[in-house]
């Protein structure tokens, strides 16, 4: 079964969380994070970029240092979420706010969110958390084993609001979230 870790972090745990779960050998196709661009200059499109060092500086408001961070997650891109604004996002929440979760009936960041197995509840603390400037970092594990370290990372960084969502198959395709 997989688990989604789930935490919204400062800049600065967010540079932490994602340089302490590199050196403890997660895969950055594992790791996804989406933070406000301040920059607020781009155009508000959804635009691709490979997770190459220029991609990950271009237009990261979050600064060199965590641009640089983000440059290890796979995929990184510029998009606006309607209602809350334009964001940097890397890893699979890019596809996830890119695709039908912007059109769903919650949309934006909330339905993106309850596509990866949180509660509608969470989904909105967790959206307004972001809000209010908080980058969303959450984490693909494959075992109750990574599901632990990645918690342990996300908590030794001083983040608070560590969640997990572990998703199951069930017929017609339905899923299920457990949230802790």
């Known amino acids: 079964?997989?688990?989604?870790?789930?935490?919204?972090?400062?800049?600065?745990?967010?540079?932490?969380?994602?340089?302490?779960?590199?050196?403890?050998?997660?895969?950055?196709?594992?790791?996804?994070?989406?933070?406000?661009?301040?920059?607020?200059?781009?155009?508000?499109?959804?635009?691709?970029?490979?997770?190459?060092?220029?991609?990950?500086?271009?237009?990261?408001?979050?600064?060199?240092?965590?641009?640089g961070a983000l440059g290890w997650i796979a995929g990184i891109g510029a998009l606006a979420i309607p209602g809350i604004g334009p964001f940097i996002a890397a890893g699979p929440i890019l596809a996830a706010l890119s695709g039908a979760a912007i059109?769903?009936?919650?949309?934006?960041?909330?339905?993106?969110?309850?596509?990866?197995?949180?509660?509608?509840?969470?989904?909105?603390?967790?959206?307004?958390?972001?809000k209010a400037g908080n980058a969303l970092i959450s984490i693909h594990t494959d075992n109750s084993h990574d599901t632990e370290r990645a918690t342990d990372i996300c908590e030794r960084a001083g983040v608070s609001d560590v969640t997990t969502s572990s998703a199951t198959a069930v017929a017609g395709n339905d899923r299920h979230s457990d949230l802790r």
């Not at 060092?53 to 641009?67: Q, R, S």
Request: include cysteine.
């Open 1 to 67: 079964m997989s688990t989604t870790v789930f935490c919204t972090a400062s800049q600065s745990q967010t540079e932490t969380i994602v340089r302490n779960l590199q050196t403890a050998g997660f895969s950055g196709d594992n790791i996804s994070v989406l933070l406000a661009d301040k920059q607020g200059t781009r155009d508000l499109e959804i635009e691709h970029n490979t997770k190459t060092p220029e991609g990950a500086a271009t237009g990261a408001g979050g600064g060199a240092v965590l641009g």
């Open 103 to 130: 059109g769903g009936a919650v949309g934006g960041l909330t339905g993106a969110l309850i596509g990866m197995g949180m509660s509608e509840f969470e989904a909105k603390e967790y959206e307004g958390k972001v």
